[in-house]
């Protein structure tokens, strides 16, 4: 007796389990929601505090971002800095997504540039190490520097370290994981360039304890 071999083919079988199921694309991503969500959602402003002085032109703010504690900050609107008029501004998050007025955002470590996915203003910065205050210039290209880039095409947020936020500013302190401590990295001096002006201003912060900054600029 001849045996009878019957080939059973990958479309033959998929006819007889059913149509083909199409492969979904995949959701879109929509960055401006995730912005939104990320850094827009408190409707309160702050409540920082600020106390300025300036001397032979170099401006120093001592300004308490810490907003009630961890915890508390979480919750809270930034602390919004506008370096040209010394002010602490009156924001909330979800205004200062589309105010071109403020310059710097404070919330406990986490510092934000108006610029990028934080906001609508053309700045950018550029840091310099190893340098002193007095010493540092401006790199000559000062334009061409890191933005707020913070959301991914996937809607991801960028991070570094254990899940710190990647602003402009990056990591500018130094973190113990033994104690949970922030500490100013010395010798650094950052540099804001200003796109609408073409400007730049020199910024140090010089310290930072638990939320309270001591920021110097001109």
Known sequence: MKKLCIAITLSSLTAACGPEVEEQPPEACDQDAAIAERFGSATSTASATADFTQDEGVNRVTLDASLGGTASAAQSSYAYLDLETATLLELSDAEALTDSTWDLAFNRSLVRLNSGDSGPAKLSLKRVDGTSWEAAS??????????????????????????????????????DFETHTVSVIEDTVFFIHDDATDSVTKLQIEAYDDGIYTIRWQ
């Open 138 to 175: 401006a790199p000559s290209d000062a334009s061409d520097g890191e933005i707020d880039d913070v959301i991914d095409d996937q809607c991801e947020l960028v991070t570094f370290g254990q899940g710190f936020i990647k602003t402009a500013f990056g990591q500018w302190y130094d973190y």
